[in-house]
């Protein structure tokens, strides 16, 4: 620590703000926005002593006040150290417990809480990750982890247990990771990025070396990607803003089939599954329908989903008692859809305020249920038998970007970014909260 005037460092003390999250358990430490720590600056005011002026020749203060002087001088500067060394060390109890660390230690977030122990909708951590547009989750040496990508065009993985990374690989994408899908391929857990650069690219995520060639081959940005079986082989499905669907050997990287328009309107979402035992995708749009198309011929199967009135930037299905639904998001509402009939299973889920980025399926126990997030900066979950909300929101201190459900120690998390560049993690573990 710098030495400066004792009277003076007392006089301006540290100027720091303290939050703690009351689930997270996680502390900041940080100036106030837009303010730095300074001394304060102002005249020293000297009292001359008595009998210094020339014409009164030296001074004669007694000895006793003299003594006094010393004596309150002394227990001065005893006090003022004190106080000094209590901020220092107030100080560097508070940037060892910011969930980003100070500026030289930025790995010392307090310790996740488990999902065993956690009720629901408590956060069980949050973890500083930088700009992330797309999230999957796989595992990796036999532990979950989440992957993410972006800007930086790095894959990046992260223990779903503590959050902290556990490994950064470059993909050798020239603009940002839009997408990821994961499977795996030989025993391996390999990542399948699209990106703005107009390729999709394949990623061992166990040694970090690429597969095969950069598949090109479409002519506009990469906006999603998926994988599935077709014909007996593992394939890519890729469409890009072009609204041109591709599809991919894995193993070989050649195209299968010729490429098709998957809609009129720009695709935002894709989901693949099966119906009637043939592959099929489907198509979420701007015009907010969702377009059936059987994945080997290209050809529409049945009528359009019809319902949003906006854009639909989420489409997922599940299985619930033995049939294919369909779970959608885009404007302020969730809509669940039976695959087979095309038909709505009820009533749309609503409370939302803004629009939705991502809904997938899960279960509470037995219990099916949708968890939806949205740029109102919630996650939300949903009974899927009833449509009402579980619990209170899960509430981001920015726009939700992506989510997604994983299981942890056999139990069920939300993985959850926002515009804040953090990572997030929330419990929904029993006991669980009153219906509607």
């Given at each position: 620590?710098?030495?400066?005037?004792l009277?003076?460092?007392?006089?301006?003390?540290?100027?720091?703000?303290?939050?703690?999250?009351?689930?997270?358990?996680?502390i900041?430490?940080?100036?106030?926005?837009?303010?730095?720590?300074?001394?304060?600056?102002?005249?020293?005011?000297?009292?001359?002593?008595?009998?210094?002026s020339?014409?009164?020749?030296?001074?004669?203060?007694p000895?006793?006040?003299?003594?006094?002087?010393?004596?309150?001088?002394t227990?001065?500067?005893?006090?003022?150290?004190?106080?000094?060394?209590?901020?220092?060390?107030?100080?560097?109890?508070?940037?060892?417990?910011?969930?980003?660390?100070?500026?030289?230690?930025?790995?010392?977030?307090?310790?996740?809480?488990?999902?065993?122990?956690?009720?629901?909708?408590?956060?069980?951590?949050?973890?500083a990750?930088?700009?992330?547009e797309?999230?999957?989750?796989?595992?990796?040496?036999?532990?979950?982890?989440?992957?993410?990508?972006?800007?930086?065009?790095?894959?990046?993985?992260?223990?779903?247990?503590?959050?902290?990374?556990v490994?950064?690989?470059?993909?050798?994408?020239?603009?940002?990771?839009?997408?990821?899908?994961?499977?795996?391929?030989?025993?391996?857990?390999?990542?399948?990025?699209?990106?703005?650069?107009?390729?999709?690219?394949?990623?061992?995520?166990?040694?970090?070396?690429?597969?095969?060639e950069?598949?090109?081959?479409?002519?506009?940005?990469?906006?999603?990607?998926?994988?599935?079986?077709?014909?007996?082989?593992?394939?890519?499905?890729?469409?890009?803003?072009?609204?041109?669907?591709?599809?991919?050997?894995?193993?070989?990287?050649?195209?299968?089939?010729?490429?098709?328009?998957?809609?009129?309107?720009?695709?935002?979402?894709?989901?693949?599954?099966?119906?009637?035992?043939?592959?099929?995708?489907?198509?979420?749009?701007?015009?907010?329908?969702?377009q059936?198309?059987?994945?080997?011929?290209?050809?529409?199967?049945?009528?359009?989903?019809?319902?949003?009135?906006?854009?639909?930037?989420?489409?997922?299905?599940?299985?619930?008692?033995?049939?294919?639904?369909?779970?959608?998001?885009?404007?302020?509402?969730v809509?669940?859809?039976?695959?087979?009939?095309?038909?709505?299973?009820?009533?749309?889920?609503?409370?939302?305020?803004?629009?939705?980025?991502?809904?997938?399926?899960?279960?509470l126990?037995?219990?099916?249920?949708?968890?939806?997030?949205?740029h109102?900066?919630?996650?939300?979950?949903?009974?899927?038998?009833?449509?009402?909300?579980?619990?209170?929101?899960?509430?981001?201190?920015?726009?939700?970007?992506?989510?997604?459900?994983?299981?942890?120690?056999?139990?069920?998390?939300?993985?959850?970014?926002?515009?804040?560049?953090?990572?997030?993690?929330?419990?929904?573990?029993?006991?669980?909260?009153?219906?509607?």
């Open positions: 620590m710098a030495y400066v005037g009277l003076e460092l007392y006089k301006t003390a540290p100027d720091v703000s303290s939050v703690r999250a009351l689930e997270g358990e996680h900041t430490s940080s100036d106030r926005p837009g303010r730095s720590r300074h001394v304060h600056s102002g005249k020293e005011h000297l009292m001359p002593e008595s009998g210094s020339s014409t009164d020749g030296p001074s004669r203060r000895v006793k006040g003299r003594m006094l002087v010393t004596v309150v001088a227990v001065a500067t005893l006090v003022v150290s004190i106080l000094v060394v209590l901020f220092w060390q107030s100080d560097s109890r508070e940037a060892s417990s910011s969930p980003g660390g100070s500026t030289t230690d930025k790995g010392s977030a307090p310790a996740a809480r488990s999902a065993a122990t956690a009720p629901f909708g408590t956060q069980l951590y949050v973890q990750t930088g700009d992330v797309a999230l999957a989750v796989t595992e990796l040496n036999g532990r979950p982890v989440a992957v993410t990508g972006g800007y930086d065009r790095i894959l990046r993985m992260w223990d779903l247990a503590t959050g902290k990374q490994s950064a690989l470059p993909t050798g994408h020239a603009t940002l990771i839009s997408t990821i899908a994961v499977t795996k391929l030989n025993g391996h857990p390999i990542a399948i990025t699209g990106s703005t650069d107009m390729t999709v690219r394949v990623s061992d995520l166990a040694t970090g070396k690429q597969i095969g950069p598949l090109t081959g479409h002519v506009d940005g990469v906006g999603v990607v998926a994988v599935t079986r077709l014909k007996g082989r593992q394939v890519i499905v890729s469409v890009d803003v072009d609204k041109t669907v591709r599809v991919w050997d894995l193993i070989t990287g050649r195209q299968v089939g010729a490429p098709f328009k998957g809609h009129s309107d720009a695709v935002w979402s894709i989901a693949v599954t099966s119906l009637n035992g043939r592959p099929v995708i489907l198509l979420g749009t701007v015009d907010g329908t969702v059936v198309r059987d994945l080997a011929t290209g050809k529409q199967v049945g009528t359009p989903l019809a319902g949003h009135d906006d854009a639909l930037r989420s489409v997922t299905t599940a299985r619930v008692d033995g049939r294919t639904v369909v779970v959608t998001g885009g404007d302020k509402a809509r669940v859809w039976d695959l087979a009939t095309g038909k709505l299973l009820r009533a749309p889920f609503e409370g939302h305020t803004n629009v939705i980025w991502s809904a997938v399926m899960t279960h126990d037995d219990r099916p249920v949708v968890v939806s997030a949205s109102d900066m919630t996650v939300r979950v949903w009974d899927l038998a009833t449509g009402k909300q579980i619990g209170a929101p899960f509430v981001h201190p920015d726009v939700v970007r992506t989510m997604t459900v994983a299981r942890l120690d056999g139990l069920p998390v939300v993985i959850s970014t926002d515009r804040s560049s953090a990572l997030r993690a929330w419990s929904l573990s029993p006991p669980y909260p009153p219906i509607g």
